[in-house]
């Protein structure tokens, strides 16, 4: 159903990234589906809600209309579902959790141990060669939240082994990483969406112990499995990646 950050546990902080077993929903979207308006039924999406923040002693998240860039969205007070584009969710007031659905897109969880401050960013290829991590940085800074006291929380995503992309994205990853994300293999390129965000979080001064990494490929791995929309060829449910202000 879902697995915590270790890397956050150990600092008293809840961060939790969903797989797709242990709801209620059917089909291509069995069974932990958290996405709406993906063609499941908003009954079965809102039990999954249910059935994780029980499972996972959270708080609901507060989530946004997702469009792959860098607008940031200020949540407190009782969670919602907002209809404003944001691909940055920020709180710091305590029991105010924030979350963002990815389908092979990276989910970064951020947090200030010391001020509070936590964020949860989706970051697609458009979003990291956006810089999207960095914003969200820049964003928690401005709340007084200091690069030193902060945790990052890569979770599952499409990984290098299946993220074949084109020589224009393939170049524009390459330039948002510093040259830090791209692979050949047999004539087609391949991109590491992990390394991209790494490099832009090391160039803001976090160092490497700050930074938690999930190995797991939300197209190829099977245990657990993950909603991929490459893999299902779009038709698919999303998991969810959320974190609770201290
Ligand atoms: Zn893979």
Request: glycine share 8%; proline share 3%.
């Amino acid at each position: 159903m879902f697995y915590r950050s270790q890397l956050m546990a150990q600092y008293g902080i809840q961060a939790v990234f969903s797989d797709k077993h242990g709801g209620v929903s059917k089909g291509t979207f069995a069974s932990l589906n958290i996405g709406c308006n993906l063609g499941d039924k908003p009954e079965y999406v809102e039990k999954n809600m249910a059935l994780l923040c029980q499972a996972a002693q959270m708080p609901r998240p507060h989530q946004a209309a997702q469009a792959h860039g860098v607008e940031v969205l200020y949540c407190d007070g009782a969670a919602q579902y907002h209809q404003a584009q944001a691909d940055i969710l920020l709180a710091s007031n305590t029991a105010t959790a924030v979350g963002v659905r990815t389908a092979d897109c990276l989910p970064i969880l951020l947090a200030d141990v010391q001020q509070g401050i936590v964020a949860a960013v989706h970051a697609g290829w458009r979003g990291s060669v956006a810089h999207v991590v960095v914003v969200a940085v820049h964003a928690m800074l401005a709340k007084g939240a200091h690069v030193d006291n902060m945790l990052a929380s890569f979770g599952p995503h499409i990984g290098e082994c299946c993220f074949e992309v084109s020589l224009e994205v393939g170049g524009l990853l390459h330039h948002a990483s510093k040259g830090k994300a791209l692979l050949l293999r047999e004539g087609k390129w391949f991109a590491d969406l992990a390394k991209v965000n790494m490099s832009q979080l090391l160039r803001q001064g976090f160092s490497i112990q700050q930074i938690e990494v999930s190995k797991t490929c939300t197209v190829c791995s099977s245990q657990p499995a993950y909603f991929s929309y490459r893999r299902d060829c779009g038709k698919t449910g999303r998991q969810i990646a959320m974190i609770v202000a201290p």
